[in-house]
Structure formats: structure tokens, C-alpha cells
């Protein structure tokens, strides 16, 4: 199946739905989950949503990004970390909503990253209202969103059982 490009693109109504062939608006994002190896495990990066829920940072591919290139840009403007790793792809959730009054159907592919320093500064004027770094167990407890919680659970399931200093923390392959 081929992916949808951005733009609008018309599709079929079901019960429920507005008028049959109601054009959605396309839109593609891409995300990190950041974890910071420690001595003693892992924590994990999650901020403050313009709608006051824990979530994960992403964000547009802006004209002629790849998602690697956005989910890193992303990450950075939206938390302040400036110097991160890009590790596995993590895949892609996808979600509808109305805004405008119109339907918009968001694409939004994610990567493991890791953090061994910097400081943690919000996205203020993006609605980034708080980023805190927590244990893995707290942060699947917190974020709002089950997709998200869902590729944190694939974040995880890449790490290492015991964090080795100034490695990625990832399995290789």
C-alpha cells in the first residue's frame, strides 16, 4: 500500500460521516522518543501538549524533509535538547480529527533517540508547556495517548537490559 502524500484527498463517507467524498486534508509529522541511559536504567523524555496532556515531541516534515530530519528538528525545538542520536525507526501512528471544520488525516513515523546531556527548555510558543525527563513505567502511566503509548512500548522494547556509558542504548539489528 502506497502512503497518502500531504494535500487533500477525497474519500469515501461511512454512517455517520459528513457528505461522501468529503476531502481530508493529508498531513505528515514525525517524532522521537529520547531516552537518557543512566547508571541504573533509562529515563524517558515526555512533554506538556497545547491540550495540557503528556505526550511525546513531534512535529511537520517541512518541504523537502526526510522524517529523520523532522523528528530531530522537532525534537530539539520543541524540548531544547540540541545534541541528540537517531536510532531505530519506531514506525508510524496515524490518527483523524476535524480542525477548520475540515477532516485532517495525520501520518506521524517515529525514532529512538538518545540524550547523554543538555538542558531541558519547552517549546513555549508552539503550547509546550512543561518536558520532563521520567522513568519508563511513569511515562507509559502518563502519556494521554494510547498510540503514543504504544510506540513507547516499541522504544523500550529496543533497549538494552543495562545501559552501557557513552553507547546508544539500543540493541544493533
Known amino acids: 500500500m502506497t502512503e497518502p502524500n500531504e494535500g487533500d484527498v ?8 459528513a457528505p461522501a467524498r468529503e476531502p481530508v486534508r493529508v498531513e505528515r509529522s514525525a517524532g522521537g522518543v529520547v531516552v537518557r541511559p543512566l547508571s541504573d536504567g533509562f529515563q524517558v523524555l515526555v512533554i ?16 523537502g524533509e526526510t522524517p529523520q530530519q523532522a523528528a530531530l528538528r522537532e525534537v530539539k525545538e520543541e524540548t531544547g535538547l540540541g545534541s541528540l542520536v537517531l536510532g531505530p525507526d519506531l514506525g508510524e501512528i496515524d490518527w483523524t480529527f476535524r480542525h477548520d471544520g475540515r477532516r485532517v488525516h495525520k501520518f506521524c513515523r517515529f525514532f529512538l533517540m538518545a540524550s547523554f546531556r543538555g538542558e531541558l527548555r519547552p517549546q513555549v510558543a ?10 519508563p513505567g511513569e511515562a507509559l502511566d502518563r502519556i494521554a495517548y494510547d498510540n503514543a503509548r504504544e510506540i513507547l512500548r516499541r522504544a523500550l522494547d529496543q533497549l538494552r537490559g543495562s545501559p552501557i556509558p557513552g553507547s546508544t542504548p539500543w540493541r544493533d539489528g
Open 48 to 63: 506538556r501538549d497545547p491540550y495540557q496532556k503528556w505526550g511525546l515531541p513531534k512535529g511537520h516534515l517541512e518541504e
Open 126 to 135: 508552539e503550547g509546550i508547556t512543561d518536558c520532563v525527563w521520567m522513568e
Open 10 to 17: 477525497p474519500q469515501p463517507a461511512r454512517d455517520g460521516d
